[in-house]
């Protein structure tokens, strides 16, 4: 049965697991889910009746429902098990899963669409204000991220020398969000260094917000 992943182009949790759908080489249908009109298809009861948190992605292939990226990219990891997603090493695996949640867990819910919503319409935070904070929490989470990966002997063209993982699938959506931003980037050129690599895959490529079938603008520029 062929998987479906509801997604939205300009999600960083869905784009993860498009790269990870693609780096697999598993045939997949988008359903697009967008966030914002009519009140977010994400709302709806239906949707809600498939994921109660309502969020996305969410994946779908029978019987089988799976929400939360990383939940989603480790269960494909363990079904499709080539090309790999983590490292064969504990302490390296252990690693590339650090790297991953220091993005997942630590940078993108802190700016995410529902937060940034409440931000401004709940507590009655200005436009500016809310841009102040999304810079500030992103830029001190790349900065951990760039201190970490521009001194470790293990980075190579990727997160973790030639292999790509989960750490660069979560990595690369967080900079097309701080690109979108306008942010400096030249404070972050191992980070930039590989998204170039990344880039340069059809995994990638193929997964990027202008390439979905629900996008409604392009790729920022690098």
Known sequence: MKPRL??????????????????????????????????GDQLQPEYESKNPNRLIPLYECGDVRIHQSLAIMEYLDELHPEPPLLPSDLVDRAWVRALALDIAADIHPINNLRISRYLVRQLGVSEEA???????????????IEAQLGSDSRVGRFCYGDQVTI????????????????????????LMGILAECMALPAFIHASWEQQPD????????
């Open 167 to 190: 750490a660069d699938a979560c990595l690369v959506p967080q900079l097309f969000n701080a690109l979108d931003a306008k942010m400096d980037m030249s404070v972050y050129p191992t």
């Open 6 to 39: 509801y997604s939205f182009w300009r999600s960083s949790a869905a784009f993860r697991v498009r790269i990870a759908l693609n780096l697999k080489q598993v045939d997949y249908d988008i359903i697009p889910t967008h966030l914002t009109k009519k009140g």
């Open 215 to 222: 996008a409604e603008g392009k790729n920022p520029t690098f």
């Open 130 to 144: 809310r841009s102040a904070w999304y810079r500030h929490w992103v830029a001190t989470g790349l900065a951990s």
